[in-house]
């Protein structure tokens, strides 16, 4: 088990060593990497995080933090799992390597998978990956960031993990509607390494918020999200369900899209801790996939 914790853990124990260990750096208006080391690109703290779907939609915003989540994820008891849910604990870890560059640690964690008779509990997969934030527009209050993300099929098979390896490049975008109201966006494109092990899948997904009082040393904004997720392909297994963001089960699911909202707030304190909570609930038929309910709370602390 310590082994099996070590390896789980290494990714975002590796970059908040490298963030404590290099903050003398941040003092000087350069680093090894260059400026912005750390301290990332600065001016656009009035933006907050989305919450929902936290490994495939990535803010465009490059800053140094740590990410706790977690999700309790139940299964519509007419789906294809006859019921059940999945619990997740999960530590995500990004690292500003220069004002516009960022290396992120989205997926590890720990889950508890049941539905009918079946239990198991065991490590997720790891991924990282890298972002450039390519536009960042003051004037018109937008920012553009491309990414990719790289998914090892390393965790415990008993609660659909390990199943296959997978490129993930991104796009993420955040526009500001006017001082207190906030948008922002994703698309993802989802590659396995073998087509007959996962499915190619297609996600995209928007946040709108707004500041409530956002002249407070404690901000509150009301948030709305939206996802959907396209699968593109079928894979070898003859499951009619597909992973959604928790898994690529290499599927052959009855429906090729699927979405869901998401309903709650962000409450933002000194611009360097934010906590998120949202319900999300599916918008498409939930016996038709995985998605009939969750709950996400995540906990931003950034350096």
Known sequence: MARSLTNHLSIPTLLTVAALAASQATAQEDSFFGKGFITGLQGWEKFHEPVGQPIYFESPFNDTGLRALYLKHDFSDQSALAGGDVTIYALQARLALTERLALIAVKDGYSELQFGTYEDEGWNDLAAGLKYVWIADKENDFV???????????????????????????????????????????????????GDEGNTVGHWDLHVDYDVNPQSDCVVAPVAEVHGVHYLDDGASTLPVGGLDYANLGSQPDKSFVAWMGIGLRAEFAKKYEFGAVYEFALTDPDDDIMDQRITIDFFFRF
């Open 144 to 194: 553009l960031t491309p990414g990719i993300r790289y998914m090892a099929e390393n965790g415990h098979r008993g609660i659909l993990q390990g199943g296959v390896d997978e490129f993930s490049p991104f796009v993420s975008f955040a526009k500001g509607l006017g001082e207190d109201l906030h948008l922002i966006g994703n698309v993802t494109l989802r590659v396995p390494l073998d």
